[in-house]
């Protein structure tokens, strides 16, 4: 279904921008996979709402699909008049554990932020939404985040790193607990992480009440990451009193995307909006 005045935002290359200006924190050489970056799919200015959307693609911080988790993301987003961004962010496919992927995300926020201006974005309207692996890169910037560096030189290092709000798509959200998916947690921690950081990277045990508001969806038949990520996140964000709305349905494997072959799953596209419509979110920015 196409949409009208939406033809050549939505058929138009994004815009390839390299993340770190200079060389990247813990960069291990100056290879394309050192080198992560950010697409921006950018709306018509006719349509463009003022908000701005970091997503982050999952594939078990060992890889990136970010075709169903990525592009397909953005360009949906991008019809409803947001800014669209795709993080292509370091990951053990490319040598890379963390902090490297934290890293990369916060200062994909804190880069939006900075183009507010030339974007016509609102700098209090730029969230994260990430899938599955990409769901945890998301969650830890709604639980670690800085007001930025009012004293550098540097205009991106002077924003928060804060989202504003958060969408996560069955994401991993505990880590060192019997149902954690294994794979994930080694490429991101090695294979016997010290508790401590377990705990500082179980986005459920980090959840405060300047946590930003979050939209959750999964579904019961996901074996790859289980529902239970999801639900022990919601229960912290509501014991904090953060806004929250969880969907679990019922049908529909891992790693679903835009979930068009699942149709009642692909239902959370809808939910989502109207929860972004009813956070103001889809509000036109006023000029």
Avoid at 121 to 133: E, K, N, T, V
């Amino acid at each position: 279904k196409k949409l009208k005045g939406k033809k050549s935002a939505n058929t138009s290359p994004p815009q390839r921008i390299d993340l770190w200006k200079h060389t990247p924190p813990h960069a291990k050489g100056n290879g394309d996979k050192d080198r992560p970056y950010l697409e921006a799919y950018l709306p018509d200015p006719d349509s463009a709402v003022g908000t701005g959307v970091v997503i982050f693609p999952g594939g078990g911080y060992g890889a990136l699909a970010k075709g169903h988790e990525g592009a397909e993301i953005a360009r949906w987003l991008q019809s409803l008049g947001i800014a669209a961004v795709v993080c292509d962010y370091r990951h053990q496919g490319k040598g890379y554990g963390h902090p490297a992927p934290l890293e990369d995300a916060q200062q994909a926020i804190r880069m939006v932020r900075a183009r507010a201006t030339d974007w016509n974005l609102r700098p209090d309207r730029i969230g994260a939404m990430g899938f599955s692996a990409g769901g945890h890169l998301a969650s830890a910037l709604g639980t670690h985040f800085d007001d930025g560096d009012q004293s550098a030189s540097d205009p991106v290092a002077q924003q928060s790193s804060r989202p504003d709000f958060l969408v996560l798509g069955y994401p991993l959200i505990a880590l060192g607990q019997p149902y954690t998916h294994a794979r994930s947690q080694r490429n991101l921690l090695g294979e016997n992480p010290d508790s401590t950081l377990l705990k500082n990277l179980s986005s459920e045990k980090q959840v405060t009440p300047d946590t930003p508001p979050v939209f959750l969806w999964h579904t019961g038949e996901d074996t790859g990451v289980v529902p239970e990520h999801s639900i022990a996140f919601y229960q912290a964000l509501r014991d904090a009193k953060v806004p929250v709305e969880l969907h679990i349905y019922e049908q529909g494997h891992h790693g679903l995307g835009l979930a068009r072959s699942v149709p009642t799953a692909s239902d959370w596209t809808a939910r989502c909006t109207a929860w972004m419509r009813s956070r103001g979110l889809l509000d036109r920015s006023p000029k």
